[in-house]
């Protein structure tokens, strides 16, 4: 069974704020993405969205798909206990992972790191995603600079790098 990348919501809501969505598949073609839907439920909230996540995966099917979230046996009893600390859509992609051997990709570091250095589940971070995309080419320096400045004039939180000299440690 191949590899895939399993979005959470912050990557998500990320990319979109950039307006970079359907970026974020090309960046590793050679995985299938994967958006569980608890994850869905907490992206679509909003119109704008909800519209760029719907379009994103009606044009680009092959390379991402919803996937219903259902644990059994004792992925139940481990994603109720994540769920004391964590949101739905972290615990769900935290499990899924962890059953299915699956990349995750979320931010949110302060919440996954010590559950996946645990379960030996390998993450990429926003930052990591765009690391990847410079180095492949897809994104200058200077989008690069931009797309981050656009993500943080919208409220969201990511660290302000260079990333010609940003260093990430997942190799894909």
Do not use: W
């Not at 119109?47 to 379009?55: E, H, L, S």
């Not at 979230?69 to 109720?80: I, L, N, Q, R, W």
């Amino acid at each position: 069974m191949k590899t895939k990348i399993v979005l959470d919501a912050d990557v998500i809501i990320h990319f979109v704020k950039a307006g970079q969505f359907s970026l974020l598949l090309d960046i590793f073609p050679e995985y299938e993405y994967i958006m569980l839907d608890v994850v869905y439920d907490e992206v679509t909230k909003y119109r704008a969205t909800k519209v760029q996540v719907d379009n994103t995966l009606q044009f680009f099917g092959k390379r991402i798909s919803s996937v219903r979230f259902a644990p059994k046996g004792e992925s139940t009893m481990e994603y109720a206990k994540l769920l004391r600390t964590l949101g739905k859509g972290e615990s769900a992609c935290l499990v899924y992972c962890r059953d299915n051997h699956d990349v995750l990709g979320s931010s949110n570091l302060r919440d996954i790191k010590e559950y996946c250095a645990s379960n030996g589940i390998t993450y990429l971070t926003t930052l990591d995603f765009l690391y990847y995309a410079y180095i492949r080419k897809k994104l200058t320096k200077e989008e690069c600079d931009t797309f981050i400045a656009d993500v943080v004039s919208k409220d969201s939180k990511l660290p302000s790098v260079d990333i010609s000299r940003y260093h990430c440690e997942v190799i894909l």
